[in-house]
Every structure is written in structure tokens, then in C-alpha cells.
């Protein structure tokens, strides 16, 4: 089983959306912790409700990063995990995190990258007025969203809806999306090659 080491900042639906899926016979993947950023994150309380450890980073407490990631760094070996999935972790994760799990950091982000990087996809979606967007799982790397792309699910935009409208449905798909790209690395049928993931069938 791919022990999972999960990380949210907020309402914590990417992470409820691997965690029913871990729940699956079939599934090759456990989570073994939950980090969170923010005392308020519901993630925190879906965490409990699944009974997955969890483990608050006070970045605020330490002004900086060195602290917090030390202990994500120390806790994550501790309990095994072998990929750390950030699902709306809003912090970027800095070059020490990135070089230790190479390779082995995923996120999540509304957009078909590398179109609309950064905060706010769904509105810059909007603002541009493209007809499709969507969503795309990627591995992490120094570089902000600009990691090698591992699935990616197109959403339309509908005439006159709101950011909030748009990013509700793009977030139903990456509930979709990212359960298989975490089945697919647990399977051992990634393979990143020139900077590119290839899916072995």
C-alpha cells in the first residue's frame, strides 16, 4: 500500500475525495497523515471523521519556513510516507521539501496547465474568456504549476457563470482526476522521462 501524506489548507474536498477512495477494496493507496496550515481548515475535521492522523504546520507561529518544514520533513519519514499529495495546499513548498521527495510531491490545480497558473484559475478563466478550462494533477516542482503534467480533464464554461459556479464544477472533476493519478503512481505505471509523465498501460 502507497502510504499518502496529504496536505490542505481549506475545506479539505480533494482530500475527502482520496480518502473515500482509499476506503475502496481495490485501492492501492492508505493515508497516513493529514498537514494542515490553517487552524480553521475543515480538512482537519474530515481527517478526524476518516480517523487519519493529522499534523498542524504553524508557519505563522515561526515567521518562516525553516521550522514547519523541517517537522513535515521529520514527521513525514517517521510514518513512512512515500508522497506527499498537496490538494489546495495554499503555501509553496520550498526547495529543501521538493529536492527530498522528488518526484514524489503531487497537487491539484483548476486549469489545464500551463494555462492560468497561480491563484484564482477559475477567474482567470473567466476574464480571458476561453470556452474550456478544467483541471490537471502534476507533479511538484521549484517551478510554481509548471511541474510535469500527469492527467488532465477538460471542463466547458457555461455562458454567464460565476467564478464560484465554474470552480465548483472544475472541483468535481479533479475529485475525479486525482484518486487515478494517485492510483496510477501506486501502481508503479508513471514514469517521468525528458520532463514528461509517461502512463504505462
Known amino acids: 500500500m502507497l502510504r499518502v501524506g ?32 490553517r487552524p480553521e481548515a475543515q480538512a482537519a475535521e474530515r481527517a478526524e471523521n476518516f480517523d487519519v492522523p493529522v499534523h498542524y504546520l504553524d508557519y505563522e507561529k515561526t515567521s518562516g519556513k525553516k521550522v514547519p518544514e523541517r517537522e513535515l520533513i521529520e514527521k513525514a519519514w517517521k510514518l513512512d510516507v512515500e508522497l506527499l499529495a498537496l490538494a489546495g495546499f495554499m503555501r509553496r513548498l520550498s526547495s529543501r521539501v521538493v529536492d527530498e521527495f522528488a518526484d514524489r510531491i503531487m497537487n491539484v490545480h483548476p486549469s489545464l496547465l500551463p494555462a492560468f497558473k497561480g491563484l484564482d484559475a477559475p477567474g482567470q478563466a473567466l476574464k480571458y474568456g476561453v470556452k474550456v478550462t478544467g483541471c490537471t494533477v502534476h507533479f511538484v516542482t521549484t517551478e510554481l504549476d509548471a511541474g510535469p503534467i500527469i492527467l488532465q480533464k477538460p ?29 496510477l503512481y501506486a501502481e508503479d505505471r508513471l514514469k517521468i522521462h525528458d520532463g514528461r509523465v509517461e502512463i504505462r498501460q
Open 6 to 37: 496529504v496536505m490542505a489548507s481549506g475545506r479539505g474536498s480533494n482530500f475527502q475525495a482520496i480518502a473515500e477512495a482509499c476506503r475502496q477494496d481495490d485501492f492501492p493507496a492508505e493515508i497516513a497523515v493529514l498537514f494542515y496550515d
Open 155 to 183: 471542463v466547458a464554461v457555461k455562458e454567464g457563470e460565476t467564478t464560484d459556479e465554474l470552480a465548483a464544477r472544475i472541483r468535481s472533476e479533479e475529485h475525479v482526476i486525482y484518486p487515478r493519478a494517485l492510483r
